[in-house]
């Protein structure tokens, strides 16, 4: 029978479930690491539709009990049990070895002396524990049985209850083989019990998902709002160019001390803007984040980057204003530090960009790859020792000249509460 189905699942993979809202398209994750918070979502998604096979078997009593074709225990037990001169087909179910091997008790049955449905119950006892197990027989009037299948599981489908579309199945009997139409009727009855059932886990899944996908969204407002603060789309910290016209403002001024400088300073410049694209590209990656779990380690590990830059470029702008006031131990303590983290060879940022233009599925991969190596830098560069306050007002100066947004005293703020915090995270994790 066809249904409209409204949610369709199409991942079984371990530690992450995703289902498809039909009507929307719209992709949503649930993943086995997910907090308490969202334990709830998991329960109604991971553990997927059980059919609560004691509410199917009375409803469809319920329906039945007064029709001709209708079979309680006591008609079962007769019939089956037979007779020498018995015309009915039912004691045929004495000689099936599905039916035998265990201690099956009748629930009920429906149809003729030749052909019918029965329902039954079975125990099993395993590792000393009882399982009960809601079985059905079809019987046909050529004589073949189907042995018993539990009734709430499909037919040859991984996982027991989805195929390959997604959608659940119910494990239907072929109706062209009965010829009653009074049982076939019965048997469709069947699969819309079924189907009701399912309807209403659907109906639970489908709020679910939705106020978990409003939920995402929200947050995702809120977090991205936050990095851009004037909503143009771009990442605030990389917005500004001050790197690049402090560099050409001074350029005589760095050639007069050492020629080869201006080439060093030029490689830090790549550098940072290689940086700033890369920023506003996990970034952008992040609007499509499908879960809330992820939307929470990739942002983290966003603003750890931006960190990683700010450090970067506080320490770029104080290398040119050093250098240019002949404060040169200043500039070599930065221009070694810089050069032991290879800043003046921008290789692996322009891999990490190239790999974002390209990412496929390993965008998980990366964020760790970019985590690792930004923590490498920030705990390089995290104690600003050389920062004093005639330096702090010497590059306040010299960015005031080239009409400079930053405020020196706010990026060290920025940069010094962001170190803490890391710090803290890392002693508490």
Same mark, same amino acid.
């Given at each position: 029978?066809?249904? *409209?189905?409204?949610?369709?699942?199409?991942?079984?993979? @371990?530690?992450?479930?995703?289902?498809?809202?039909?009507?929307?398209?719209?992709?949503?994750?649930?993943? =086995?690491?997910?907090?308490?918070?969202?334990?709830?979502?998991?329960?109604?998604?991971?553990?997927?539709?059980?059919?609560?096979?004691?509410?199917?078997?009375?409803?469809?009593?319920?329906? !039945?009990?007064?029709?001709?074709?209708?079979?309680?225990?006591?008609?079962?037990?007769?019939?089956?049990?037979?007779?020498?001169?018995?015309?009915?087909?039912?004691?045929?179910?004495?000689?099936?070895?599905?039916?035998?091997?265990?201690?099956?008790?009748?629930?009920?049955?429906?149809?003729? %002396?030749?052909?019918?449905?029965?329902?039954?119950?079975?125990?099993?006892?395993?590792?000393?524990?009882?399982? !009960?197990?809601?079985?059905? !027989?079809?019987?046909?009037?050529?004589?073949?049985?189907?042995?018993?299948?539990?009734?709430?599981?499909?037919?040859?489908?991984? #996982?027991?209850?989805?195929?390959?579309?997604?959608?659940?199945?119910?494990? *239907?009997?072929?109706?062209? $083989?009965?010829?009653?139409?009074? @049982?076939?009727?019965?048997?469709?009855?069947?699969?819309?019990?079924?189907?009701?059932?399912?309807?209403?886990?659907?109906?639970?899944?489908?709020?679910?998902?939705?106020? /978990?996908?409003?939920?995402? &969204?929200?947050?995702?407002?809120?977090?991205?709002? %936050?990095?851009?603060?004037?909503?143009?789309?771009?990442?605030?910290?990389?917005?500004?160019?001050?790197?690049?016209?402090?560099?050409?403002?001074?350029?005589?001024?760095?050639?007069?001390?050492?020629?080869?400088?201006?080439?060093?300073?030029?490689?830090?410049?790549?550098?940072?803007?290689?940086?700033?694209?890369?920023?506003?590209?996990?970034?952008?990656?992040? $609007?499509?984040?499908?879960?809330? *779990?992820?939307?929470?380690?990739?942002?983290?590990?966003?603003?750890?980057? @931006?960190?990683?830059?700010?450090?970067?470029?506080? #320490?770029?702008? #104080?290398?040119?204003? =050093?250098?240019?006031?002949?404060?040169?131990?200043?500039?070599?303590?930065?221009?070694?530090?810089?050069?032991?983290?290879?800043?003046?060879?921008?290789?692996?940022?322009?891999?990490?960009?190239?790999?974002?233009?390209?990412?496929?599925?390993?965008? /998980?991969?990366?964020?760790?790859?970019?985590?690792?190596?930004?923590? $490498? @830098?920030?705990?390089?560069?995290?104690?600003?020792?050389?920062?004093?306050?005639?330096?702090?007002?010497?590059?306040?100066?010299?960015?005031?000249?080239?009409? &400079?947004?930053?405020?020196?005293?706010?990026?060290?703020?920025?940069?010094?509460?962001?170190?803490?915090?890391?710090?803290?995270?890392?002693?508490?994790?």
């Amino acid at each position: 029978m066809e249904f *409209e189905y409204r949610i369709k699942k199409f991942s079984d993979d @371990i530690q992450c479930q995703k289902f498809k809202i039909v009507e929307t398209g719209k992709v949503l994750e649930i993943n =086995s690491y997910e907090t308490d918070e969202v334990k709830d979502i998991q329960s109604i998604i991971m553990d997927k539709f059980e059919l609560d096979e004691s509410k199917f078997l009375d409803e469809l009593i319920l329906k !039945y009990k007064n029709h001709q074709l209708y079979l309680d225990t006591n008609k079962l037990k007769s019939l089956i049990k037979g007779g020498f001169f018995s015309k009915t087909n039912w004691s045929r179910f004495k000689k099936n070895h599905h039916f035998t091997k265990e201690n099956q008790k009748f629930i009920m049955g429906f149809g003729n %002396e030749k052909e019918g449905v029965l329902f039954t119950k079975s125990e099993r006892i395993i590792d000393g524990r009882k399982y !009960y197990n809601h079985n059905r !027989y079809s019987m046909y009037e050529n004589g073949g049985i189907d042995n018993g299948f539990v009734i709430g599981y499909s037919g040859p489908i991984s #996982n027991g209850r989805w195929n390959e579309e997604g959608k659940f199945r119910v494990n *239907e009997i072929i109706t062209s $083989k009965f010829k009653s139409n009074d @049982i076939k009727s019965f048997i469709s009855e069947q699969f819309l019990l079924v189907m009701k059932q399912y309807r209403v886990w659907e109906d639970r899944v489908l709020v679910t998902l939705n106020e /978990k996908e409003k939920n995402l &969204s929200q947050n995702k407002s809120s977090v991205l709002s %936050e990095l851009d603060k004037d909503g143009n789309g771009e990442v605030d910290v990389v917005e500004g160019n001050d790197f690049n016209l402090l560099l050409k403002k001074y350029q005589k001024s760095i050639v007069e001390v050492d020629r080869n400088y201006v080439q060093q300073f030029v490689k830090v410049s790549s550098y940072i803007k290689t940086k700033k694209g890369n920023i506003q590209s996990i970034f952008n990656f992040i $609007k499509d984040i499908p879960n809330q *779990e992820l939307l929470n380690e990739y942002i983290e590990i966003l603003k750890d980057d @931006i960190h990683t830059y700010n450090l970067v470029l506080f #320490n770029s702008l #104080n290398m040119i204003v =050093s250098l240019v006031e002949d404060d040169m131990i200043t500039f070599y303590e930065i221009h070694e530090m810089f050069d032991n983290l290879n800043m003046f060879d921008s290789k692996h940022e322009k891999d990490v960009s190239q790999k974002l233009t390209n990412i496929g599925d390993g965008l /998980k991969d990366l964020m760790y790859e970019i985590r690792d190596v930004g923590d $490498k @830098i920030s705990d390089s560069i995290q104690e600003l020792i050389y920062v004093t306050e005639e330096s702090n007002r010497l590059l306040s100066s010299q960015l005031s000249e080239i009409d &400079s947004t930053i405020k020196v005293g706010n990026l060290i703020s920025t940069i010094n509460t962001y170190q803490n915090y890391k710090t803290n995270r890392r002693l508490n994790s």
